[in-house]
């Protein structure tokens, strides 16, 4: 069993920052990858950062240098600081995992970028 429990979405004007959660088992979060994904209304979803048990980062291109993902080991939690924002970060934020080679997702997010 795999809960994955997110938080801190909202809605910001462009250039403003949002902070995620996504909280889960101390088993999952020592063990195996995480990562945070997003999905655009009418679009595909497509990973934002992923993170290792190792702390092992990767970021996809347009978010590199305004979002950093990290660990909060007191917490079993996921952090995903976004700077910057844009309005092409609206989206679905999903928190992930990869357990044994199956991936677990929780319910999702919702930030909103305003112009």
């Known amino acids: 069993q795999v809960q994955l429990v997110e938080s801190g979405g909202g809605l910001v004007q462009a250039g403003g920052s949002l902070r995620l959660s996504c909280a889960t088992s101390?088993?999952?979060?020592?063990?195996?990858?995480m990562g945070w994904y997003r999905q655009a209304q009418g679009n595909q979803r497509e990973l934002v950062a992923t993170?290792?048990?190792?702390?092992?980062?990767n970021y996809r291109d347009s978010v590199k240098g305004r979002f950093t993902i990290s660990r909060d080991n007191a917490k079993n939690a996921v952090i995903l600081q976004m700077n910057s924002l844009k309005p092409e970060d609206t989206a679905v934020y999903y928190c992930?995992?990869?357990?044994?080679?199956?991936?677990?997702w929780g319910k999702g997010t919702l930030v909103t970028v305003s112009s």
């Open positions: 101390r088993s999952i979060f020592s063990s195996f990858p």
């Open positions: 992930n995992t990869r357990r044994f080679g199956i991936d677990h």
């Open positions: 993170i290792t048990s190792g702390d092992k980062t």
